[in-house]
């Protein structure tokens, strides 16, 4: 088993190195067929653990080499493959598989081809390292790695100044969530002595409970910058401005659930601190309606899945802090397939429509695009969780965990986001796929993907609509690791009035979502209407004013504190006095250079004076030496 | 009469060597340099052997004869650069001299 653990982790390494060889070169196909095979072949070694997994073997646990081993301080390459890795390594290796198989296609005019694939698969090594550590550091590792291929992959169009700004933007913004996590690392260390997972979890019930109150905030923390919880969630809608598969795989499926994993992975040590778990619930909560908020009026289609993501993500929140990991993976691996999926079709709707992004500037592409049209919508249908789709099986769980830990309010609010999802996932559908063919104004000619793309995509297609079909098999499994609540309505009554209605409540945001958007009165929104010009309108349009805020309040102040820095301390002291160390070595050169006039006579004069001066020093000194005492004596008598 | 000793003959080499110092200072003639340097080496070359007179070891006297063998090569090689010096500037100026100018 252990052969498979290595192909699944190394093979995208490989893969990623070998696309590096040619990144210097013209488009060549066979790096896309290259890393594809690999990174497939990595996929087919991390089914065959969980089928062995799955069947009761043993967990696989590697120790490959010692990375730092001082004094008290021992950290090796260790791997784990258990229950929880498992299914994070079906999830990352299955969408990023897809993913690749998909860009071949996606980026096939790219002039970046091959370093696409570098970068891509360099992202799905770092995932599986952060994924498959049995430590903190390793993690950590991961964690970083995937926030670099994370930074190259949105600035992947360099070019673009918007991208660069979008990369940076999602680079900073982690950084500060990281040192939370890195502040968080060392407190687990400080207290318990090590960072391999079971020996800390193993000593933590014995910590003082405000220490381990500190650690959960701070590894929150870390988990809120990946994951793009609220405040720091501005990077993610932003990060959108790289390739769409990218977004896909990075943006929805992947990476941004490194957060929950990371909670998930933690689970002994929330268990312990609830507190924290409920403020982790809550936030979850807030970060899933206010961003749903912002996807009901957004006219850019990948921001709109964006934001879903987001509100997604406070989903996985919501059940991870009321300790139900196991609901808070199971949502993570859903909302994996569909939201990929989804970002796909989104991505084959923008090669057809030339990168237009404005859903308004498209409408009736169903006929031309027919099987992205069948796509997207069962992914919406998945995504807004009806019966008996994926999502249904994830989100309702976690509805019904609210309810039955009797935290109405979260109950209340993750309920009217339901709404909210199956309102703005199809106003996207009805906007892009029915009504008038607007985007003729535009001359533009749709034509539906490759082949071999949509075939790619199927996968996740079956998997949208089927995933919610193991919840039982994936229950027994992973509840060997993670604490087995299973959450039920005590009364039968009160648990079929509220997943019907909830049906009924999601169905008729889905109607009237098609009632308003699938008609033929649609027009381009050109700022006048009476809907655009309202208070609530502009808040969500402008999300909540809150990226104005950053740049006033928090760049603006900042650029002026650097630049006051830098007249002021780094100019006129720092490069001052180094300036000044040059200036006298250049002062003295220049004065002293007269000497080598290449006149001998001059310089005879010169090498006379030399040693004068150095034997009447010697004279000097020597005299010194010998008359030591008396001098001494002098100078004892002078009172120095 | 006053006997001489030691220190008259080292007078006599410091005072040689000044006056072989200040040749060499002074001096724009290549050949008379060569002079100045001659001056300098034999005022040393005394002192070398009323020093080993006066401790009665001969290694200083040894020493001389190196020098004034040394110097002849001297001599003989920078009295030949000089001669080719001579044929190509048509003068022997040492301020003339200044090709290696820093």
């Not at chain 1, 790096?31 to 070694?45: C, E, H, K, N, Y």
């Not at chain 1, 004069?605 to 010194?624: D, P, Q, R």
């Not at chain 2, 006997?3 to 001096?27: P, Q, T």
Request: glycine content about 8%; aromatic content about 14%; hydrophobic content about 55%.
């Amino acid at each position: 088993m252990e052969l498979y653990l290595y192909i699944a982790l190394f093979a995208p390494l490989v893969s990623s190195l070998f696309a590096a060889l040619f990144t210097a070169t013209p488009k060549k196909m066979f790096t896309g067929v290259v890393a594809s095979l690999l990174i497939i072949s990595a996929f087919v070694s991390s089914t065959i653990l969980l089928v062995h997994i799955l069947t009761g073997g043993e967990i696989v646990h590697v120790e490959l080499m010692t990375w730092m081993a001082t004094g008290g301080l021992y950290i090796p390459f260790g791997f784990v493959v258990d229950q929880v890795s498992v299914t994070m390594m079906m999830v990352v290796t299955l969408v990023s598989s897809v993913v690749h198989v998909y860009s071949v296609g996606y980026m096939d005019h790219d002039k970046g081809f091959n370093r696409f694939f570098s970068y891509l698969s360099a992202f799905v090594f770092s995932m599986m390292v952060l994924v498959m550590s049995d430590n903190f550091a390793g993690l950590f590792i991961g964690w970083e790695g995937v926030g670099l291929c994370s930074w190259l992959l949105i600035g992947f169009w360099y070019h673009k100044e918007s991208a660069t700004w979008a990369a940076n933007e999602a680079f900073i913004m982690n950084r500060i969530a990281d040192l939370g996590m890195l502040i968080g690392l060392f407190l687990v260390y400080w207290n318990t002595g090590t960072l391999q997972y079971d020996e800390a979890f193993a000593a933590m019930p014995s910590l003082d409970t405000d220490i381990l109150t500190w650690m959960g905030i701070f590894l929150f923390i870390g988990a809120m910058g990946k994951s793009a919880q609220f405040p720091l969630h501005t990077w993610l809608a932003d990060a959108m401005e790289g390739p769409t598969p990218v977004s896909a795989l990075i943006h929805a499926a992947t990476m941004v659930t490194a957060g929950v994993y990371l909670v998930v992975r933690a689970n002994p040590l929330f268990d312990l601190i609830p507190h924290v778990g409920l403020f982790i619930a809550s936030l979850g909560a807030f970060v899933a309606m206010f961003a749903a908020s912002m996807a009901l009026v957004n006219r850019d289609m990948k921001r709109i899945i964006a934001y879903s993501t987001l509100s997604q993500l406070g989903y996985m929140f919501v059940a991870a802090g009321l300790g139900a990991y196991w609901i808070a993976l199971f949502h993570l691996m859903a909302h994996a397939f569909f939201k990929a999926l989804l970002f796909l079709g989104a991505g084959n709707v923008m090669h057809a429509m030339h990168d237009e992004l404005d859903p308004f500037k498209m409408g009736g592409l169903k006929k031309p695009m027919k099987w992205t049209f069948i796509m997207m919508t069962l992914a919406s249908v998945a995504l807004a969780g009806i019966y008996p789709f994926a999502g249904f099986f994830s989100k309702d769980l976690i509805l019904e965990v609210a309810f039955a830990q009797h935290h109405f309010i979260l109950y209340a609010v993750l309920l009217f986001t339901a709404g909210l999802t199956a309102f703005y996932s199809f106003r996207l559908v009805a906007l892009i796929f029915h009504g008038e063919e607007r985007y003729k104004l535009f001359g533009i000619h749709p034509h539906e993907a490759y082949k071999f793309m949509l075939i790619g995509m199927s996968p996740l297609l079956i998997l949208a609509i089927i995933a919610g079909s193991f919840k039982m098999t994936y229950f027994e499994m992973v509840t060997a690791v993670l604490p087995d609540t299973e959450y039920h309505i005590h009364s039968h009554l009160v648990f079929w009035i509220m997943t019907i209605g909830t049906q009924l409540f999601v169905g008729l945001s889905i109607l009237y979502a098609y009632k308003k958007y699938a008609n033929n009165k649609i027009t381009v929104p050109d700022g006048t209407s009476k809907m655009e010009n309202s208070f609530a309108y502009k808040m969500l349009f402008n999300q909540y004013y809150i990226p104005y805020i950053y740049e006033e309040y928090l760049v603006k102040p900042y650029r002026e504190l650097s630049t006051v820095f830098w007249e002021q301390i780094d100019l006129k002291i720092v490069d001052a006095s180094v300036d000044g160390i040059a200036g006298i070595v250049y002062g003295t050169g220049e004065k002293t250079r007269d000497m080598q006039s290449g006149n001998l006579s001059t310089m005879l004069k010169w090498m006379v004076a030399g040693t004068i001066g150095l034997l009447s020093l010697a004279v000097v000194f020597g005299l010194a030496a010998r008359y030591s005492d008396e001098i001494k004596a002098i100078l004892s008598g002078l009172g120095v | 009469m006053m006997e001489i000793g030691l220190n008259h003959y080292l007078a006599l080499s410091a005072i040689l060597f000044a006056i072989g110092l200040v040749g060499v200072m002074r001096r724009k003639n290549l050949l008379l340099l060569f002079l100045a340097t001659e001056i300098l080496l034999n005022s040393v070359n005394i002192a070398f052997a009323a020093i080993s007179h006066y401790y009665g070891d001969l290694t200083g006297q040894m020493f001389a004869f190196f020098v004034i063998a040394i110097a002849a090569s001297e001599v003989a090689v920078g009295l030949g650069l000089l001669i080719v010096w001579h044929k190509r500037h048509g003068n022997i100026d040492l301020d003339k001299m200044s090709t290696m100018k820093g």
